[in-house]
Structures are given as structure tokens and as C-alpha cells.
T-cell receptor, first 112, second 116 residues
Framework: QKEVEQDPGPLSVPEGAIVSLNCTYS??????FMWYRQYSRKGPELLMY????GNKEDGRFTAQVDKSSKYISLFIRDSQPSDSATYLC????????????FGKGTRLSVIA | GAVVSQHPSRVICKSGTSVKIECRSL??????MFWYRQFPKQSLMLMAT?????????EQGVEKDKFLINHASLTLSTLTVTSAHPEDSSFYIC????????????FGDGTRLSIL
């Protein structure tokens, strides 16, 4: 079993839809959880960063962490064609000088 | 603005060539930087941890003699792919830890390496 599982998609939704992206993980020591957005041929861009369990909202994006289920989610409200990208979940045991473990990424297409 | 600068963004070269990739931390000094590799439709996989002033730490299965890492200053780490072969073609990305406590990593824009 891989440390982080993420459905690669592709996921295609109409503009304005609510998008739900998810990852599961096996290492209960993970404490920090991130969502990155990656456009084609570009490096990952940080979207959301959360510590431990709970919800975090930033504009149209909401990140949820359920450590008891080892499950994290990213919701995108009112999706736009510009949201079309690959979304990567990532996690680490501690912050700072600790490498990240990534999911495979989910390719999202928002159709106008 | 950009926190991490990675150069070059694209390299196409013949088999047997050595290629150097630079990763610069623009906003702060970084004693540690990370190098990842991403194959098409795959996740980012950690290759090595670059440590300023000391040897890099390589992940299992990554040849240290093939992927030379030099972290000579607090703002620059370089990855040299020596005698590159077609199977080394990939997207190489560096990252820099955040400057404060509980800060996430920031990534460079990556280097797409194609070996003919």
C-alpha cells in the first residue's frame, strides 16, 4: 500500500460546479497537510496548508483533514476554467526541513 | 513574487551529456533544500535532501554518483545529472522549506530534461 493514495482522474466538471478532491494516507504520524496546484510543465503552487485535523477556508477553496479516518479533502466552489490543472495532495510528519510525500495528483478540467 | 528560482526550465541534449540544474532561494537563507523528480502522470518523488556545507542525503534507489548535489551557499543548490541517458528524462523540481515555523515548502518551476 502506498503511503498516500489519490485518484488520478481525470475529472471533468462544468463551470460553476463544486469540485471535491480527496486523498487517503496510511502513516498516522503525518501532521501537516497541503494541497498544491500544478499547471502543465510548471512547479507545484501551494493552495492550502493545514495542521492536524479540522477545516480551513480560503476564498473558493476549503481544505478538510480527518486524521481519525486518515482522509483529507479539497473543495472548490464555483469552479472556473482557470481551475483546470492537476491537484496534488502532500503531507509531512513535521514542518520545515522535512520532505513531503505526495499523492499522484488528480487532473481536473472545468468546462466552460 | 517567486520565492524559489530554478534554472534552466528546459534542457534537450544528447545521451552522455552532463546537465547542471540550479535552485536558488530568493527570499531567505536555506540550510536545506529538496530535489524531486516527476515522471509523466506520476507524483513527485523525493530524490535527495541537499544540506548546506555537508553531503546530500539520497533516497533509496537514487544513485549519488549519477545525481551530484552541491549546496555550497545558503541560497543555492545545484543538481548535476552526469552522463545522462534517455531514462533520465524527467521533470526535476527543487523546493525550499518555509522561512518561519510551521511554514510550507515552496517549489521552483521545475526543469524539463529530455535526453535524446
Amino acid at each position: 500500500q502506498k503511503e498516500v493514495e489519490q485518484d488520478p482522474g481525470p475529472l471533468s466538471v462544468p463551470e460553476g460546479a463544486i469540485v471535491s478532491l480527496n486523498c487517503t494516507y496510511s502513516n498516522s504520524a503525518f501532521q501537516y497537510f497541503m494541497w498544491y496546484r500544478q499547471y502543465s510543465r510548471k512547479g507545484p503552487e501551494l493552495l492550502m496548508y493545514t495542521y492536524s485535523s479540522g477545516n480551513k477556508e480560503d476564498g473558493r477553496f476549503t481544505a478538510q483533514v480527518d486524521k481519525s479516518s486518515k482522509y483529507i479533502s479539497l473543495f472548490i466552489r464555483d469552479s472556473q476554467p482557470s481551475d483546470s490543472a492537476t491537484y496534488l495532495c502532500a503531507m509531512s510528519v513535521s514542518s520545515g526541513n522535512t520532505p513531503l510525500v505526495f499523492g499522484k495528483g488528480t487532473r481536473l478540467s472545468v468546462i466552460a | 513574487g517567486a520565492v524559489v528560482s530554478q534554472h534552466p526550465s528546459r534542457v534537450i541534449c544528447k545521451s552522455g551529456t552532463s546537465v547542471k540544474i540550479e535552485c536558488r532561494s530568493l527570499d531567505f537563507q536555506a540550510t536545506t533544500m529538496f530535489w524531486y523528480r516527476q515522471f509523466p502522470k506520476q507524483s513527485l518523488m523525493l530524490m535527495a535532501t541537499s544540506n548546506e556545507g555537508s553531503k546530500a542525503t539520497y533516497e533509496q534507489g537514487v544513485e549519488k554518483d549519477k545525481f551530484l548535489i552541491n549546496h555550497a551557499s545558503l541560497t543555492l543548490s545545484t543538481l548535476t545529472v552526469t552522463s545522462a541517458h534517455p531514462e533520465d528524462s524527467s521533470f526535476y523540481i527543487c523546493s525550499v522549506p518555509g522561512s518561519g515555523k510551521n511554514q510550507p515548502q515552496h517549489f521552483g518551476d521545475g526543469t524539463r530534461l529530455s535526453i535524446l
